[in-house]
């Protein structure tokens, strides 16, 4: 098992920003990616930023340019930082642990989810 807690959540105008934690604790695959998926009222969940281990990242075109994701596997945190905050990006932030071997999924956790409202 592994468990994922989430900080840094909260209210801010638009243009501002915030920073994102999740810590994971448990038994975690030691090559694995750690990201950031999001979903507003009445919207699917949706990826917004993944970093492998390795060190690749991946993020959505609608984010590109504002928010940058980043790792510390010795703490095994993954944050994101968000800067010119839209009203847009207003949701629910979760953090997601996955793994795979040979192909195989083999770990696929979320956080529980931390609230992000940006105002006009």
């Known amino acids: 098992q592994v468990q994922l807690v989430e900080s840094g959540g909260g209210l801010v105008q638009a243009g501002g920003s915030l920073r994102l934690s999740c810590a994971a604790s448990?038994?975690?695959?030691?090559?694995?990616?750690m990201g950031w998926y999001r979903q507003a009222p009445g919207k699917q969940r949706e990826l917004v930023a993944t970093?492998?281990?390795?060190?690749?990242?991946n993020y959505a075109d609608s984010v590109k340019g504002r928010f940058t994701i980043s790792r510390d596997n010795v703490k095994n945190t993954v944050y994101l930082q968000m800067n010119s905050l839209k009203v847009e990006d207003t949701a629910v932030y979760y953090c997601?642990?996955?793994?795979?071997?040979?192909?195989?999924?083999?770990?696929?956790?979320w956080g529980q989810g931390t609230q992000v409202t940006v105002s006009s």
């Open positions: 997601n642990e996955y793994a795979e071997l040979d192909g195989i999924e083999i770990q696929n956790y």
């Open positions: 970093a492998a281990s390795g060190g690749g990242t």
């Open positions: 448990g038994s975690i695959f030691v090559v694995n990616t």
